[in-house]
């Protein structure tokens, strides 16, 4: 019998890290990379049958070296040699770079779907552009699993993708017995691929029992699995499940439908009602937040006095009470004002409150926009100013007027600045963070509306600008003050009030969100 190393392919996955491919007979092959000085030994070694090699037995392999571990391993004066036993193959630096688009291209289909796994897992990234590209065309020509088969029946609930490449997905997975593996998933978009965090045997689904003659039956056989693409998708995205086994399928491929992200929030957190692991839970919503916080911004004090002040307002009262939110303001205000409306359209009370504003104002009151988004910073050179219609109800808006001597100032509605020692800056700067009062904000419209912080990891423009403010005051380019809070009460009206379910409404849930992104800070 050949009891030889055969190796197929072999290339770099990173920096410090090689992916060997090959197949041995031998049921344990004590595989090495030798590496200058060092023998490395896989830090992962996955087995599995070789249809061209006719045998059952798991004659391929897939090794995993890792050589940031080892002194010297990654000399690049040194060539690197695969061993096994007594055999060496030499391993040149131009196999290194070119068998990847190879064993995408003439490897066998249970290398490459293997491979797939791996990526799927996290274990190794996805490689770059073009050969990705080449993965998908591969993935997408291969024979599809169908949901239901001798020895598997999977199904998929519900399938969700925000705009800006946030998704969750539900549904179960029953296999003719019980495997080691569990199933894995990738996301397919615009000729990339994604790998989704799939928890498998994590939500109780009592209702698939009648499948228990054929199927493994636990109890506990549904899924869940969250992402989030590193671009907003443009083509539509598909979920790639793959069972375990199978290496000569490409798996199970579904539609992703496009949703707005209060639905992907709204499922985020059903789902994480049913994990009975809060862990899980967490992770589930982790997982679908951008992978990092952006580099902080560098924030502007200049503008021109002259200019209008732009006031960013999510009116969170009754459409008629803009008037008098409107009135406060223009009150202590000698130069012109422009609102710009967190609103997704400008009602008839609305209109006519903004007209009645107007009237009464000293100074000229246009309204500059209706979006739910912020405005764009071109065109306003003066001062601009982000609150909720509730929160400068309990302000008074002349502090929110003063000389800029940093970039922000921002207005707290902080109980506890009223007892001893509460209203140290410091200590607001805790409360602010971990506590999350209203708050309102005001700097130039450079340094409020150009770099805004993280618009994509939140559903409300005001968690957006709370992160903004936190980064600000943490390089000390922000001030912060408290404002007498007795007897606040928020607004329950326009669209960031909503609930996504019984008890967590917008603001909540980016409260979450930002606690999660801290934390992975």
Not at 104 to 130: K, T, W
Not at 190 to 200: E, N, S
Not at 226 to 242: E, G, I, N, Y
Request: aromatic letters at 6%; glycine letters at 8%.
């Amino acid at each position: 019998m050949d009891l030889k190393l055969h190796l197929d392919f072999c290339f770099s996955v990173s920096a410090d890290r090689v992916l060997a491919a090959g197949w041995s007979p031998r049921p344990q092959p004590e595989i090495v990379l030798h590496a200058g000085h060092a023998s490395v030994p896989p830090v992962l070694l996955r087995r599995f049958p070789r249809r061209d090699l006719r045998s059952l037995s798991p004659m391929g392999f897939l090794a995993l070296f890792d050589l940031s571990q080892e002194p010297g391993a990654n000399d690049p004066s040194e060539d690197l040699f695969l061993g096994m036993g007594k055999e060496y193959v030499p391993i040149t630096d131009d196999r290194l770079a070119s068998d990847i688009a190879k064993m995408v291209e003439i490897g066998v289909d249970e290398a490459f779907f293997s491979y797939i796994r791996m990526i799927a897992r996290g274990e190794v990234p996805a490689p770059g552009q073009p050969i990705t590209r080449k993965v998908v065309n591969r993935i997408l020509a291969a024979p599809r699993l169908e949901r239901e088969s001798q020895d598997h029946a999977l199904g998929i609930d519900r399938a969700l993708i925000g705009p800006d490449g946030q998704g969750i997905a539900t549904g179960w997975f029953l296999g003719a017995n019980r495997q080691a593996e569990t199933m894995t998933a990738l996301v397919i978009c615009d000729g990339r691929i994604a790998p989704v965090d799939l928890m498998q045997a994590s939500l109780p689904r009592a209702d698939l029992a009648a499948y228990a003659p054929r199927y493994a039956f636990s109890g506990r056989d549904g899924w869940a699995a969250s992402f989030r693409l590193p671009q907003a998708p443009k083509a539509q995205p598909r979920l790639l499940l793959m069972p375990p086994g199978h290496l000569d399928h490409s798996g199970h491929l579904a539609p992703l439908d496009m949703v707005q992200p209060a639905e992907v929030a709204r499922l985020i957190l059903e789902t994480g009602q049913g994990l009975e692991d809060q862990a899980l839970a967490r992770r589930l919503h982790r997982n679908a937040l951008p992978a990092e916080i952006p580099a902080a911004p560098v924030l502007s004090i200049a503008t021109d006095p002259k200019a209008p002040v732009l006031l960013v307002l999510d009116h969170d009262l009754n459409d008629i009470d803009l008037r008098d939110v409107l009135r406060r303001v223009t009150a202590v205000l000698e130069r012109p004002l422009t609102v710009h409306l967190l609103r997704p359209a400008l009602t008839p009370a609305l209109d006519q409150a903004l007209a009645g504003a107007a009237r009464e104002a000293a100074a000229p009151l246009t309204l500059a926009g209706c979006a739910l988004t912020p405005p764009e910073p071109g065109g306003h050179d003066g001062l601009a100013i982000f609150a909720r219609s509730s929160v400068l109800f309990h302000l008074d808006p002349e502090i929110l007027l003063a000389p800029l001597e940093k970039s922000l100032l921002l207005a707290t509605l902080d109980p506890m600045a009223a007892l001893p020692g509460g209203g140290d800056e410091a200590a607001l700067q805790r409360r602010f963070a971990a506590d999350r009062p209203p708050f309102a904000c005001c700097g130039s419209a450079a340094a409020l509306l150009a770099p805004f912080a993280l618009p994509s990891a939140y559903l409300t423009p005001e968690a957006g600008w709370r992160a903004l403010a936190l980064r600000a005051l943490a390089q000390d380019e922000a001030r912060i003050i408290a404002a007498p809070a007795q007897g606040f009460l928020a607004g329950n009206r326009g669209p960031f009030c909503q609930s996504l379910i019984e008890g967590v409404g917008w603001h909540e849930f980016d409260g979450r969100s930002a606690l999660l992104l801290t934390e992975a800070a």
